[in-house]
Structures are given as structure tokens and as C-alpha cells.
T-cell receptor
Framework: AQKITQTQPGMFVQEKEAVTLDCTYD???????LFWYKQPSSGEMIFLIY??????QNATEGRYSLNFQKARKSANLVISASQLGDSAMYFC???????????FGPGTRLSVLP | EAGVAQSPRYKIIEKRQSVAFWCNPI?????LYWYQQILGQGPKLLIQ????????DSQLPKDRFSAERLKGVDSTLKIQPAKLEDSAVYLC?????????????FGPGTRLTVL
């Protein structure tokens, strides 16, 4: 069974600084996908970034990048130049190659300080 | 394009009552998901449909939960009878197809409180 671990229940970062949110995963599949979602206090889930297990380059989307280390089974999210609006819950998730077994981690609450 | 619609947004019921949630996915999205998100936790997948067929319902408590997606568009999730531990936000999501990379678009959720 697939599993996602996020060991940081809460993180603080100063505005304009970079922050790394940790994610490790466990799977026996060779092919899978990794995702990060943001959930503000309003409750909606917002897709941020995707990394395929066979992608050789780390994914980037604007200020978001994914530090993918396959051998370590980690997929950390890096947010550069933090903004106050980045304060939210962040969830790491994964699914298998068939688009099934979608699993979310417990989340990390990020607070950006002015 | 219009997003994923869910109703109602909030529901309060007493234990042992029944409740139903409705979801209208993004037009053209073949895959529909229902998640349960208990306060302070990540979402847990309850059921995944591909068109009107069930792909994965391994975590659906089938003794009290049921879901259907007639005609492969709208979907309803029902709880009968509800328990206190069913208090959660129920999220519906849709994606164009299934497959390893497929961004899921989420609805606003239905917050259920069971008293």
C-alpha cells in the first residue's frame, strides 16, 4: 500500500524567504505520480505541482519547485520568495501509474510572517 | 470553464439520520472522486469513478456509504445511517481522464456535522 509522510505539522517562514516542506513516500510501484496541493483556510484544494517518477528533471511551476530524490523516496516542495498569501495547509499526495490509489499525506501548515 | 460544483455546502444532522451530497464535475471530465477530510487530516479517497463505472472503492465503508454516478456525469454520495465519526468535509474532484498525471480539480466541499 502506498503511504505519504509529512513530518512537519507546522512551519514558519519570513516573508520573501524560501521554505522547504518535506514529503517522503512509500510505494512498491516503479511508476507513479507525486503531487502537491495547497489548502487555504477557505477550504478549497489548489493543485500546485506534479512530478512523474520517471521525470529526470525536477518539476517547477513559478515560485514552486519539487526537489525529487527517487532513491530516498522524497519529494520536497520548495517555495521561493514566500508571500503572505502562501499561508495555508500543504498536502503531498501520490497515485499509481494507473491513476488509482490516490493517497494524501497529513499536511503541513505553513505560516508566512510579515 | 465552470468548476466542480457541490451541494449543499453545509449540513447538520443527528446520528442515525441519512444524508446525501451532490457533485457536478467539470464538463467533459470522465473521472470523478469523492474524498472524506476529517478536521486536521489529509483527504481520504472514498470512491473513484471512471465515467459511470467504479474504479476504486476500497476505502468506502459500504455498510453505510453508497455512491452512484448515473449517466457518467453527476454523482451523489449517501450516508445511511450517519455516525458521529462521519463529521468531516466531503470533497468531490474531477479530472479529464485517469492516469498517472492527471490534475484533479476540487469542489468547495460539503461540511457535515453529525450531532
Amino acid at each position: 500500500a502506498q503511504k505519504i509522510t509529512q513530518t512537519q505539522p507546522g512551519m514558519f517562514v519570513q516573508e520573501k524567504e524560501a521554505v522547504t516542506l518535506d514529503c517522503t513516500y512509500d510505494t512498491s510501484d516503479q511508476s507513479y505520480g507525486l503531487f502537491w496541493y495547497k489548502q487555504p483556510s477557505s477550504g478549497e484544494m489548489i493543485f500546485l505541482i506534479y512530478q512523474g517518477s520517471y521525470d529526470e528533471q525536477n518539476a517547477t511551476e513559478g515560485r514552486y519547485s519539487l526537489n525529487f530524490q527517487k532513491a530516498r523516496k522524497s519529494a520536497n516542495l520548495v517555495i521561493s520568495a514566500s508571500q503572505l498569501g502562501d499561508s495555508a495547509m500543504y498536502f503531498c499526495a501520490m497515485r499509481d501509474n494507473y491513476g488509482q490509489n490516490f493517497v494524501f499525506g497529513p499536511g503541513t501548515r505553513l505560516s508566512v510572517l510579515p | 470553464e465552470a468548476g466542480v460544483a457541490q451541494s449543499p455546502r453545509y449540513k447538520i444532522i443527528e446520528k442515525r439520520q441519512s444524508v446525501a451530497f451532490w457533485c457536478n464535475p467539470i464538463s467533459g471530465h470522465a473521472t470523478l472522486y469523492w474524498y472524506q477530510q476529517i478536521l486536521g487530516q489529509g483527504p481520504k479517497l472514498l470512491i473513484q469513478f471512471q465515467n459511470n463505472g467504479v474504479v476504486d472503492d476500497s476505502q468506502l465503508p459500504k455498510d453505510r456509504f453508497s455512491a452512484e454516478r448515473l449517466k457518467g456525469v453527476d454523482s451523489t454520495l449517501k450516508i445511511q445511517p450517519a455516525k458521529l465519526e462521519d463529521s468531516a468535509v466531503y470533497l468531490c474532484a474531477s479530472s479529464h481522464t485517469s492516469g498517472s498525471y492527471n490534475e484533479q480539480f476540487f469542489g468547495p466541499g460539503t461540511r457535515l456535522t453529525v450531532l
